[in-house]
């Protein structure tokens, strides 16, 4: 075996390779996303990453095994200084993590085996047993039922707070919270699914201070639906972002996988979780997501122009009562004035509320040709789904009534195909309701 093709390994990664500068250029992250952190002399000159599919990593030396244990371990904070077993890290892993980190500019990253392991790990690693979890409401259904259900079988309580609530409204259920037990992360998603409803992150961290400043919670928030591109929340008070992958950094439907980012201080907790109970992603689908990362910006955006063509068709259908889309918010409004301070796009995934009742949106949703029938978003082909009978059945109706979740309300998810042809599905399907 030649040198060549040894291992690497985070130390040796050549520092050209992680230039993150020409002369006084700062290089933008889509430009990054090509070539950081990799270092192809490593591999044979391969330009692109292999899939290293090794359960195990040599050590040099014993000293060596001894020093990477000890940043497993958490003996030494930061992470492992080499690779060591594949449970903990991998050359695919670290180089996505370099990689996803950028688009936040935040110091540290994880990717995970889910999205749902990503935020299971992150509360994993937050919640004792008495504590008690604040969040914006609604929640993505699986993590209110890990919040609710799971972390509940260990003691844990929750208080929430409408996405959209004002400081001193957030400042109220954070002084119930803290009267109730440590409060021990406040947990956001913003936009939420399936409403689309914005979350001012700057009051939550105005209101942390003012109620929790001697011992602040850290503010955790989900930012699949805008992230990395049209939302950036660490630069809004957030100390950690969590990303479902499998949406738009995967962007092609064929893989599941999960994210968090943040600064080392709040990452070095989660990795050490994540090193106990196996949570990370696999070598094949980390090199899949690296991939997906090169054209993460011409997708994104592409789909953000197709969404607002698109919406702007459906807003003036006469067979259409709304569309809840965030490049149309009521100027003045509350929710127009955090994506104003929060948002540098719409996004492409929206709701759409029909006129009638769940069988006209089962109609539209039937007569689709090219948008295809399916719960998932942020791919390169547009899909669409009816939360109240699919994603969010399990939910009572009474909860669903509060949160807006409506039997005439449908989710689309725009990809990148031309948009005039999707505006003839939609037209043609509307014709059939
Ligand atoms: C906002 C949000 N967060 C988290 C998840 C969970 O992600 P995954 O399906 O990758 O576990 C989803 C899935 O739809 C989601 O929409």
Not at 113 to 140: C, E, F, K, N, R
Not at 162 to 168: C, D, F, I, Q, V
Request: proline letters at 6%; one cysteine or more.
């Amino acid at each position: 075996m030649s040198d060549a093709v040894r291992p690497t390994v985070r130390k040796s990664r050549a520092m050209k390779h992680r230039a993150t500068h020409i002369g006084e250029r700062k290089l933008d992250p889509s430009t990054l996303m090509m070539g950081y952190g990799y270092d192809p002399a490593l591999s044979e000159g391969s330009l692109k990453p292999p899939i290293f599919l090794t359960s195990t990593f040599v050590f040099e030396s014993a000293a060596d095994g001894k020093r990477f244990f000890e940043g497993i371990t958490g003996v030494r904070p930061g992470g492992a200084e080499g690779l060591v077993y594949a449970r903990f890290n991998g050359p695919d892993q670290e180089i996505l993590e370099d990689r996803l980190a950028i688009w936040e500019e935040a110091e540290d990253a994880l990717v995970f085996s889910s999205g749902m392991s990503a935020i299971a790990t992150v509360l994993l690693a937050l919640v004792q047993p008495g504590d008690v979890v604040v969040h914006s409401a609604p929640l993505y259904a699986a993590t209110e039922t890990f919040i609710g259900r799971i972390l509940g079988k260990f003691g844990v309580t929750w208080l929430d707070f409408p996405a959209g609530a004002t400081r001193e409204e957030i400042e109220t259920v954070l002084a119930a919270a803290k009267a109730k037990g440590r409060v021990a992360v406040i947990y956001l998603e913003s936009p939420a699914n399936p409403t689309n409803a914005l979350v001012d992150v700057e009051a939550v961290a105005a209101a942390r201070a003012a109620v929790l400043g001697e011992s602040p919670p850290p503010i955790v928030i989900d930012n699949t639906f805008l992230g990395p591109l049209w939302q950036k929340p660490l630069r809004h008070g957030a100390d950690m972002v969590v990303y479902s992958l499998t949406k738009y950094v995967g962007g092609h439907s064929d893989l599941v996988a999960g994210g968090a980012v943040g600064s080392k201080a709040a990452i070095n907790p989660i990795r050490a979780m994540r090193n106990v109970i196996g949570t990370i992603t696999d070598p094949h689908t980390a090199w899949m997501l690296m991939r997906s990362l090169e054209t993460l910006e011409l997708r994104m955006s592409r789909a953000n122009e197709n969404a607002k063509r698109v919406c702007e068709y459906l807003a003036a259908h006469p067979k259409v009562e709304r569309v809840g889309y965030l490049g149309f918010l009521p100027e003045g409004s509350r929710q127009a004035d955090i994506f104003r301070r929060h948002c540098c796009g719409a996004g492409s995934t929206f709701s759409v509320i029909v006129k009638g009742g769940e069988a006209e949106a089962f109609r539209l949703l039937d007569n689709l040709k090219l948008v295809k029938l399916a719960v998932s978003l942020g791919g390169t082909e547009s899909l669409a789904s009816h939360p109240a009978a699919m994603t969010h059945l399990s939910v009572p109706q009474a909860r669903k009534d509060e949160l807006g979740i409506s039997d005439n309300l449908i989710r689309v998810s725009i990809g990148v195909e031309h948009p005039d042809d999707l505006i003839a599905d939609f037209t043609q399907a509307l014709d059939a309701v």
